[in-house]
């Protein structure tokens, strides 16, 4: 805690500075690289400043977070506008990287299907397909079925707003805890190209570029095309081969065309494609580690290499790799009518592919593992924006379908007899049994070639059809009073198929094989060597499960205009996640389908400018959550994994708590300053019935105590100074800081899982022309090579768990060109 306060003196020193005492913003655009101007506007690396220091002012930001274009200042919200050409330049080409600009935002990837989205310490884990994101993912309004569609590099961005809290109204469902919502640059009738290129230490590599402009002779049709790769040297080395393991490998293209046939019709059509072939991913184990899985090991008279996971080394022996494939295609219509409306059609489709390959984490032949996703969606979204004179409307309709197959495989290898039996002989004795001593005996029963090769395959799909009918009205009381109100209506039909089988392998290569016959006519079938083969790899499963459910959401908000640019305001809004099919294996403690999670929030907040140089916000927020969705056991008593931590449930209540702090401004001519901060106390008031590592059952009581992936503080700063060292050259220079307190990063809490607080430094220092044709800077992220985990992962089972270290320190030099 005393590093946590040290962060927010300083930080209230800086804002002191920066406001003369004011607090915080509506959270900053990126201002240390450039002010977010109006949306149609082309936007400059830095801000124009006017050559007196009484005459710089901000200029104004326009988002769409309540469906239409409007000022950020005048939205009843608490949110972050990022601009993308600051995040480009800061080098924040990742979804990771936005969290380094966010206070409350948390965001895990310890691979592109597992990754988590946290806002003010509510979010989930996609380990089960069937729970969906308590965060709602937009990519250029259209809404993104799994998180892990979010993972492409953040490029020709025009912002990214984040909205911090539900959004179930305008935005719809899996909104509970609040929106990421992603703008790329439209298309533009002026020409223009942009090239990229970066280089860096462990091998980096980044080329992107852009071109924009009238390319067909058409003067209503405006064409732009994006590119990027990326490629970056693994940081982990695996002592077993010596490759480098956890690399970047991807690619992707995005064609957008922008056709305007008349003043009031405007069409956009984006066409994307991404590829991702990577040597990823891994996480070694980390201690402390159970009794059991090191007498397995030490049965096998194996040593692994580290459990530091910033070692950053690894002991595999097949191939661990990931292969991510992702289509999309959309068309949206603008349609002015007359002056008071516009109508907005958005059809998309999109399709995503995931293929991994992991390993057990040890050369020995245990297993071989990876679970394939396959997700489709098509949606279509109709709205009608309306503006009057005493109020304000947004009305629409709503359509989502989303195809899911996925299938976890898995293959036993030849040493899993001696690990597994081996190991469980060796623990139970407490006799210093190897396979040298005791393996000879042991193999004579059990032949290694019983496991071996044996393929265990869990296929499951689900047809999700969700239609939702919205509307929102901002009455104008006064000309200083607004009263907000929302209601939405969503209604979910799913359908979906789990199973499993087994093959291979070779039941009748052991002597137990002889004793079958007798266990089976005197009933005792878990004897038999099937019956054993279930019990260590699972047995033959199939379940075919229906869902239908419905949910209102909506929002309540009055806010009061003390000035032209102060806001006050107050809301109360409903969220809504919609409940679900476990798409696993379920035993009779698990019910098939779990409840929607329902959250209800207050909150009171207050945003503004001073003298159009100093923009702050602030919020203090308290959210209820009924029926939590949490991953628990399958309570399947398999030996590896064992327990497996795939199956959902509700936690019967969790309460959010907190404040968020914000403010950008500038301070001179040049000189530009950021600062916000996040106090979340994110807690399950009713959770009795949490995964517990030690018993290997769901009977841990984590009733008051904080979620998982919920630090209490997070934090950003940075400031940033241009001087012209000619009419047309300028120097320019950044520092950004972000912090984090210490938090779990798994649901039960596990001994190994606790993720200390850390900070991070990003330096950076550019030259560049005015005219904006050129710049090349130098960069360097984790100046101090500051040692963190960017996750925590349940291996063999909870209580064994692997992690990944975040980046180490990486360093290197972008230069960019612009041609208009």
Same mark, same amino acid.
Do not use: C
């Given at each position: 805690? %005393?590093?946590?306060?040290?962060?927010?003196?300083?930080?209230?020193?800086?804002?002191?500075?920066?406001?003369? %005492?004011?607090?915080?913003?509506?959270?900053?655009?990126?201002?240390?690289?450039?002010?977010?101007?109006?949306?149609?506007?082309?936007?400059?690396?830095?801000?124009v400043l006017a050559e007196k220091p009484d005459t710089i002012q901000l200029e104004a930001i326009v988002v769409t977070a309540r469906r239409k274009e409007e000022r950020a200042l005048d939205v009843p919200i608490s949110l972050a506008v990022l601009d993308g050409d600051a995040l480009g330049s800061a080098g924040l080409t990742l979804a990771t990287d936005i969290q380094e600009r966010v206070p409350g935002l948390v965001v895990t990837v310890p691979n592109p299907r597992?990754?988590?989205?946290?806002?003010?310490?509510?979010?989930?884990?996609?380990?089960?397909? $069937?729970?969906?994101?308590?965060?709602g993912l937009f990519l250029d309004g259209v809404y993104l079925g799994r998180q892990g569609l979010s993972i492409f590099d953040l490029v020709d961005l025009d912002r990214v707003e984040v909205l911090r809290g539900p959004q179930g109204t305008l935005f719809g469902k899996n909104t509970t805890a609040g929106v990421l919502n992603i703008v790329t640059k439209a298309p533009s009738h002026d020409y223009e190209a942009l090239l990229e290129g970066t280089i860096g230490n462990y091998g980096s590599r980044q080329l992107r570029g852009s071109v924009n402009g009238r390319f067909f002779g058409d003067e209503t049709f405006a064409t732009r095309l994006t590119g990027y790769v990326t490629q970056r040297d693994g940081l982990i080395e695996n002592v077993h081969n010596g490759h480098d393991l956890n690399e970047r490998n991807k690619w992707g293209l995005r064609g957008q065309g922008l056709w305007t046939p008349s003043s009031d019709v405007s069409w956009r059509f984006i066409a994307e494609y991404g590829k991702t072939d990577e040597e990823c991913c891994v996480y070694p184990l980390v201690g402390p580690v159970r009794a059991a899985v090191q007498a397995r090991d030490d049965?096998?008279?194996?040593? *692994?290499?580290?459990?530091?996971?910033?070692?950053?080394?690894a002991d595999s022996d097949p191939r661990t790799h990931v292969d991510v494939e992702q289509r999309a295609a959309s068309a949206e219509l603008n349609w002015d009518i007359g002056e008071a409306h516009r109508l907005t059609s958005i059809t998309a489709w999109r399709d995503w592919q995931f293929v991994p390959d992991n390993d057990d984490a040890t050369p020995l032949k245990l297993v071989t593992t990876g679970t394939i996703?396959?997700?489709?969606?098509?949606?279509?979204?109709?709205?009608?924006?309306s503006n009057f004179e005493h109020f304000d409307s947004v009305f629409g309709l709503y359509y989502l379908r989303q195809d899911f197959y996925g299938n976890e495989r898995v293959t036993l290898g030849e040493d899993m007899v001696g690990w597994t039996f081996g190991g469980l002989i060796r623990d139970a004795t407490g006799l210093p049994l190897t396979e040298s001593n005791f393996g000879p005996l042991l193999y004579l029963v059990i032949p290694p070639a019983t496991l071996d090769g044996t393929y265990i395959s869990t296929p499951y799909e689900q047809v999700t059809d969700s239609a939702a009918?919205? %509307?929102?009205?901002?009455?104008?009381?006064? +000309?200083?009073?607004?009263?907000?109100?929302?209601?939405?209506?969503?209604?979910e039909w799913r359908d979906a198929e789990v199973s499993r089988s087994r093959s291979g392998g070779c039941p009748n290569c052991t002597a137990l094989n002889l004793l079958s016959p007798i266990f089976a006519l005197a009933g005792l079938d878990a004897l038999t060597v099937n019956g054993l083969l279930d019990q260590i790899a699972g047995g033959a499963y199939y379940r075919a499960t229906q869902r239908d459910e419905g949910n209102f959401s909506g929002q309540l908000a009055l806010s009061y205009k003390l000035a032209p640019d102060t806001l006050t305001y107050f809301s109360v809004s409903r969220g809504y996640k919609a409940g679900g099919i476990n798409l696993g294996v379920t035993g009779e403690s698990v019910p098939p389908t779990f409840k929607p999670e329902e959250a209800t929030a207050y909150e009171i907040g207050a945003k503004g400018q001073i003298a159009r140089r100093i923009s702050w916000s602030a919020a203090a927020y308290h959210t209820d959550i009924r029926n939590?969705?949490?991953?628990?056991?399958?309570?399947?008593?398999?030996?590896?994994?064992?327990?497996?931590?795939?199956?959902?449930?509700?936690?019967?209540?969790?309460?959010?708590?907190?404040?968020?702090? +914000? $403010?950008y401004g500038l301070l001179l001519p040049g000189l530009l300053a950021r600062a916000g901060v996040a106090y979340s106390r994110a807690v399950t008031v009713d959770f009795d019935n949490a995964p517990n590592e030690d018993t290997r059952s769901n009977d841990k009581d984590l009733s008051g105590e904080v979620l998982y992936n919920a630090p209490r503080w997070t934090g950003t700063a940075g400031l940033e100074y241009g001087h012209?060292?000619?009419?047309?050259?300028?120097?320019? $220079?950044?520092?950004?800081?972000?912090?984090?307190?210490?938090?779990? $990063?798994?649901?039960?809490?596990? *001994?190994?899982?606790?993720?200390? %607080?850390?900070?991070?430094?990003?330096?950076?220092?550019?030259? *560049?022309?005015?005219?904006?044709?050129?710049?090349?800077?130098?960069?360097t992220r984790n100046v101090f090579d500051k040692e963190y985990l960017g996750g925590v992962y349940p291996l063999y089972g909870v209580g064994d768990y692997g992690a990944y270290a975040g980046d180490p320190r990486t360093y290197g030099l972008t230069v960019r060109a612009t041609f208009y």
């Open positions: 805690m %005393g590093a946590g306060k040290s962060f927010i003196f300083w930080l209230a020193g800086s804002l002191g500075v920066a406001a003369g %005492g004011a607090l915080a913003q509506d959270t900053a655009p990126e201002i240390l690289d450039t002010i977010a101007v109006e949306s149609n506007q082309q936007e400059s690396p830095t801000p597992l990754t988590s989205f946290t806002i003010r310490g509510l979010g989930s884990s996609s380990v089960n397909d $069937g729970i969906e994101s308590s965060v049965f096998m008279e194996y040593r *692994r290499p580290s459990l530091n996971p910033y070692d950053r080394v996703n396959e997700h489709s969606q098509i949606s279509q979204e109709f709205r009608v924006a009918a919205f %509307g929102s009205i901002d009455w104008h009381l006064t +000309d200083r009073l607004d009263l907000t109100t929302g209601l939405r209506y969503t209604h939590y969705q949490a991953l628990t056991f399958d309570e399947e008593q398999t030996v590896i994994p064992n327990p497996r931590q795939i199956n959902l449930l509700n936690v019967g209540k969790v309460r959010l708590q907190g404040v968020e702090l +914000d $403010g012209f060292v000619s009419p047309k050259v300028e120097v320019y $220079g950044g520092v950004d800081y972000s912090y984090r307190s210490g938090y779990w $990063g798994t649901v039960e809490h596990g *001994r190994a899982t606790y993720i200390d %607080g850390y900070g991070l430094t990003n330096l950076r220092l550019g030259l *560049r022309n005015s005219s904006g044709t050129w710049d090349s800077w130098l960069w």
